[in-house]
């Protein structure tokens, strides 16, 4: 078993910018897949992001915040970040990490295919 825990949440304005961080509670081997989710009020939940532990796989974007979110990871810490710039009103979510030990792929935007979820961070854009 795998506990993700999230911080970093907040209000802020349009346009500023805040980082997200997800913990792990232990190592997850190199093909595992750590993703960001969030879920916008009264919507499903969306996949935004998605980061391969290892190398070999290209982090893979919602068209919605590419090019304004970046993730990366400090492997050494067990951690990745959710790095959100030019936030916009419509960012206004919960934000959710999870992992699976299965790559990413091309399914990274399924959250049934995900084995460990954080409790969440919200994030609040006005």
């Known amino acids: 078993h795998v506990q993700l825990v999230e911080s970093g949440g907040g209000s802020v304005q349009a346009g500023g910018s805040l980082r997200l961080s997800c913990v792990a509670s232990?190592?997850?081997?190199?093909?595992?897949?750590m993703s960001w989710f969030r879920r916008l009020p009264g919507k499903k939940r969306e996949g935004i992001g998605a980061r391969q532990r290892g190398d070999g796989w290209l982090p893979e974007y919602a068209d919605s915040v590419k090019g304004r979110f970046t993730i990366s990871r400090d492997n050494d810490k067990d951690t990745i970040y959710l790095q959100m710039d030019s936030l916009k009103p419509e960012d206004t979510a919960t934000y959710y990490c999870?992992?699976?030990?299965?790559?990413?792929?091309?399914?990274?935007?399924?959250?049934?295919?995900?084995?460990?979820w954080g409790q969440g961070t919200q994030v609040t854009v006005s």
């Open positions: 999870a992992a699976r030990s299965a790559s990413c792929s091309l399914t990274w935007a399924r959250g049934d295919l995900y084995n460990w």
């Open positions: 232990r190592s997850l081997y190199s093909g595992a897949c």
